[in-house]
């Protein structure tokens, strides 16, 4: 049985971020990352805040803060929220980490080692009004590829091509606006990407059939556009210092290296923390790591780094570190069809999400609207209508009138009733089939897909309960009556362990109401889903709060005021 690496997009250290990232990174991969872990996998969640660049520096500027400072506090206030959405990382790490800086020097040194970094003088983006160098993505203008008119130096978002900032029409400052810039030589060290152009093709061309078509076909246009040569450190006071003892003189002007060629390292920095921290074996998962398969979780924007940049740094080393084998990558979630502002006050952030309702509402509606084949729309109308029917209508209320009634007619225990019949039988063939329809897109890591199919085993009871309806079956069958509501309990269970991946919390509450001291599945196999035994006669249970209240009109005209949206 493998063991599975998993991670995803490190999230910047500037903000709290808003739902899109949530859905196009960090939440999929828990998803995945749980399920796994209940199927009996060794799995390895990593995880961190990328902490390096301008705008670290100039957020902590902002604040008055020392950077590090800024940096520190920046990563427990993101750590607070992802621990509020019950993201179960293994280690939750931090790119300025001293692990990090040690492994990018080190990687760095064997680029150069084997020929693949050089040296170079270059003429290089200043701002006399900002008295400094311009990193790229300080750097804005026009797009020369597709006009778009806040493009950044080192990339455009709207088009996803990679820019230099000598390539932007009408070049500014985006720390002052000033136009007045000068392009003065500076020394930097670059990446020969261009040499490993040849290996990252057959390296990609092994695994692009694999891979979503989104994530393949990004790759592959970077490679036949060609890979550039791409310098890979700038003049910052933050970032992992390029180290003395290889280059003494760019080292002793301060230069540091850019985020980009440091970040995807981190990866691995992170998971020699988590072992630094718990006594954890971290080189196992990535040197020689044979017996591992690795998942990365991104939004498309990230995808040309993680399947053509860092696979060029990591085949350039010449060592053998893992690879990762699947990349899921996600198109954007936009709110209303436009994008999340913080400045425009548009869209909802993770933050203010649970301070609106709990983690697993958000959970359950982002993973089964997931921008997997193009981008989805998040609006408050398709949110509180995927709450109220989804959670409220088909699993909510199951679970209570199920239990309400079975305490009302026959006490605290669930009760025994007669043996299981027809409408058993059938159901549990109906449960035992979506099981496997639920289990068969999790494996493919389809999670659209995989909402839907645990959508309709939630739905499937409510099915079995309106057919044999034991509010009126107790009139005249009380024994039926009890064998329905024991087989409705022994769904509740089942629910409880198969959706936890989507939905933790509520699944813990389902699971807490009946005292089962020798509960200890992690899955349920289509065996035990086909004769739903699970919680035999006599077993006490209670009644648990309202898993899900629903979203009344008010609250949704709220909502919409707050945040913005259609009309509001």
Known sequence: MARHLITSALPYINGIKHLGNMVGSMLPADVYARYLRQRGHEVLYICATDEHGTPA?????????????FCAQAHDAQKAVYDGFQLA?????????????????????????????????????????DGRFLPDRYVEGTCPHCGYDKARGDQCENCTRVLDPTDLINPRSAISGSTELEVRETKHLFLLQSKLQGEVEQWVARHEEEWPQLASSIARKWLTEGLHDRAITRDLDWGVPVPADTWPELAAEGKVFYVWFDAPIEYIGATKEWADATGGDWKSWWYEADDVRYTEFMAKDNVPFHTVMFPATELGVREPWKMVDYVKAFNWLTYYGGKFSTSQKRGVFTDQALDILPADYWRYFLIANAPESDDSSFTWEHFTATVNKDLADTLGNFVNRVLSFSRKRFGDDVPAGG???????????????????????????????AAAALRALWSAGNSYLEEKAPWLEIKTNPEGAALTLRTAMNLIHLYSVVSEPFIPASSAAMRAAFTLPDDTATWVSADEARALNSVPAGTPFTVPPVLFAKIQDEDLAAYKERFGGEGA
């Open 57 to 69: 520096e100039l957020a902590a500027k902002e604040q008055g803060l020392p950077v590090s400072e």
């Open 89 to 129: 990382f293994d280690y939750f790490g931090r790119s300025s980490s001293a692990q990090n800086a040690e492994l990018t020097q080190h990687f760095a040194r064997k680029l150069k080692e084997n020929g693949f970094i050089e040296e170079r003088a270059i003429r290089q983006v200043y701002s006399p009004a």
């Open 419 to 449: 043996e299981p019949g027809e409408a058993e039988t059938k159901l549990g063939a109906e449960i035992s089939r979506l099981l496997a329809e639920y289990e068969e897109q999790m494996e493919a890591l389809q999670f659209r897909k």
